[in-house]
């Protein structure tokens, strides 16, 4: 059974980039069975996808975030990451990552349990 | 993108109750609509896929309806562990969207 772990800096400062990792446990990131994705959500608020990534390395971005996201994975680690560039407080969020099925209807499961980034100096 | 609308944003129910919330989508999306519910502190887990399968392992309480742009989540015996907020989700196209939310909350 897939289970999904964040993990990263819970504190950028403004204009830095947020650097977040995705570990993979119970199947294998390698599998052309899933995307993998990441979602956002500020806090008391409603959720955002952020994007996604096939093991291949296609990546699928949302077009208000793309300027600025940089999704990748590592095989080798059965990983894979975000990169968010030139953080403002907006992007004060919990980030979760997420698993879905490669084919239709594409439903986000499992997810890992987020992790709050906050962006302040 | 396809815009995702919740009514209502909030309710308030009694166990027992039988409880609807609705989801209409800017444009038709099939059936490719998921339904999350999300506790305090935790992240949102799957209930129904693909307008109207249910998820393993979550109660037959749960059952979702519709196709096109409008579509329904019942709860049709409110539990103590139901009180939680539900968002969908449109899998139809990219971005992938969500609702705004609807809080459900003890009368």
């Known amino acids: 059974q897939l289970q999904l772990q964040e993990s990263g800096p819970g504190l950028v400062k403004p204009s830095e980039t947020l650097s977040l990792t995705c570990t993979v446990s119970g199947g294998s990131i390698s599998s052309s069975s899933y995307y993998w994705g990441w979602i956002r959500q500020p806090p008391g608020k409603g959720l955002e996808w952020i994007g996604s990534i096939y093991y291949s390395g296609t990546t699928y971005y949302n077009p208000s975030l793309e300027s600025r996201v940089t999704i990748s994975v590592d095989t080798s680690k059965n990983q894979f990451s975000l990169k968010l560039s030139s953080v403002a407080a907006a992007d004060t969020a919990i980030y979760y990552c997420?698993?879905?099925?490669?084919?239709?209807?594409?439903?986000?499961?499992?997810w890992g349990q987020g992790t709050l980034v906050t962006v302040s100096s | 993108d396809i815009q995702m609308t919740q009514s209502p944003s909030s309710l308030s129910a009694s166990v027992g109750d039988r409880v609807t919330i609705t989801c209409r989508a800017s444009?038709?999306?099939?059936?490719?609509l998921n339904w999350y519910q999300q506790k305090p502190g935790k992240a949102p887990n799957l209930l129904i896929y693909?307008?109207?399968s249910l998820q393993s392992g979550v109660p037959s309480r749960f059952s979702g309806s519709g196709s096109g742009t409008d579509f329904t989540l019942t709860i049709s015996s409110l539990q103590p562990e139901d009180f939680a907020t539900y968002y969908c989700q449109q899998s139809h196209s990219i971005p992938p969207t969500f609702g705004q939310g609807t809080k459900v909350e003890i009368k």
């Open positions: 444009q038709s999306i099939s059936s490719y």
């Open positions: 693909a307008a109207s």
């Open positions: 997420a698993s879905s099925i490669a084919v239709a209807p594409r439903y986000f499961d499992p």
